[in-house]
């Protein structure tokens, strides 16, 4: 049985997978017409079993895979989890635990920036996957042979996938890197939604506090809205019509029909009251009570050389470590570790040992980069901090070619 749609058979194999010490776990979803994920599949598989449930079967029990997810004696194995722990977020209220995620595994052992999950069984088994039903319609039913070999063959060839990258990060020592990236991951916080925050993904026009405090009450009108009918968020109401009424509040109706992409029906509506409403509440409250303009930092005048040159070191580390850059530091991290300041993901914890501890060496001019033999090093300038900086192999002389009467070719 490779599609169960009977909820003694969810409960039946939640308890063989129980007693596994790990379970391989995927999802089919779809979104474009919905605020949520449409959880269109759920797809298992232990030592043994593999296995798609169809979440859409009338009257099925999903609880099991709710408590098995939750099962603390049971590593859930994923990749490229997030999409995956939204959607069991939003179904159980918690996040799937304790959690593997193989795309961050590969980073950490230098699979490159989020390697895709067909790259990463191609390089670790002997498999290679069929994806042409990736952008299949998974809501439609029935599901085709082919559309279910496709969703299987994303938990059947993980545990091979899993095995392979465990035994990498064990054997480079790599185990607590995992642990802080995994810990990143399942942050709770991550995933719960707070309307009041919405407005932080829109495009402000102004760093006027009353323009964002309308901004913000209106982006939560819209979030709240979107949740309550389960419709994407531009189903409601675009970005630029929101931009458009922070920056020119209308009071009335016929004033709210004239901003550009509202229909004279929404604004006489039963939205058009509601969002008036919301538009008449935050034009009452105190500016300073509003959000803080989105802090933009700008790099000071002669920075960008610095920020060059500790993104080639940046590279020179990865390579050397076999890390992926993206997980040690993006260009943010890079311009504020050259403006100075403190508090960077890339100067912390393991990724300091990486490459923080030298980025500050080359920044302070304690260290400078050198190329040799088509290398790039990281050499002590007067001596400053020689004894910390990685010493440089020297390079074999090449040996002389002999010719068949003894002499040497180059005599």
Not at 329 to 353: C, H, I, S, Y
């Amino acid at each position: 049985m490779t599609l169960i749609t009977e909820s003694a058979d969810v409960a039946s194999l939640c308890r063989r997978l129980a007693r596994s010490e790990y379970v391989t776990v995927d999802t089919e979803f779809m979104r474009e017409r919905t605020f949520w994920p449409k959880l269109c599949l759920i797809q298992l598989a232990g030592p043994k079993d593999a296995v798609a449930i169809d979440p859409l079967a009338e009257g099925i029990d999903l609880d099991p895979v709710l408590r098995l997810l939750a099962n603390k004696r049971v590593l859930k194995v994923m990749h490229g989890a997030r999409q995956d722990i939204e959607i069991f977020y939003h179904l159980a209220g918690s996040i799937p635990a304790p959690l593997y995620d193989t795309q961050i595994a590969a980073m950490v052992c230098g699979f490159g920036d989020q390697v895709g999950y067909e790259t990463l069984v191609s390089r670790l088994t002997p498999h290679r996957l069929d994806k042409t039903s990736r952008f299949t319609d998974w809501s439609a039913r029935p599901l085709t042979p082919k559309q279910l070999n496709y969703a299987l063959g994303d938990v059947i060839y993980l545990r091979d996938a899993y095995e392979a990258l465990n035994e990498r990060v064990a054997a480079t020592d790599r185990a607590g890197w995992l642990e802080e990236e995994l810990a990143l991951l399942t942050d709770v916080n991550a995933y719960r939604i707070d309307p009041t925050a919405a407005w932080q993904r829109l495009k402000p026009r102004s760093t006027d506090r009353r323009y964002l405090t309308i901004l913000q009450a209106v982006a939560a009108w819209r979030e709240d809205e979107a949740m309550r009918r389960d419709v994407p968020r531009n189903r409601v109401i675009r970005d630029e019509a929101l931009t458009e009424i922070a920056a020119h509040p209308p009071t009335k109706a016929a004033a709210l029909s004239r901003i550009r992409g509202v229909t004279r029906g929404f604004a006489e509506g039963r939205l058009g009251k509601s969002l008036l409403a919301a538009i008449n509440a935050a034009t009452e409250r105190p500016p300073e009570e509003g959000p803080q303009p989105l802090k933009q930092m700008s790099l000071p005048k002669g920075l960008a050389p610095t920020v060059d040159l500790l993104r080639v070191l940046l590279k020179q580390r990865c390579e050397e470590h076999g890390v992926a850059q993206k997980l040690v530091a993006n260009t943010q991290d890079l311009e504020r570790v050259a403006a100075g300041a403190k508090d960077v993901p890339a100067l912390q914890g393991w990724r300091r040992q990486l490459f923080g501890e030298d980025a500050l060496r080359l920044k302070q001019g304690k260290a400078a980069l050198s190329v040799r033999g088509g290398d790039v090093h990281l050499v002590p300038v007067n001596g400053a901090g020689a004894a910390d900086l990685p010493a440089i192999p020297a390079k074999p002389k090449p040996r002389k070619r002999r010719r068949r009467d003894g002499a040497s070719a180059g005599d």
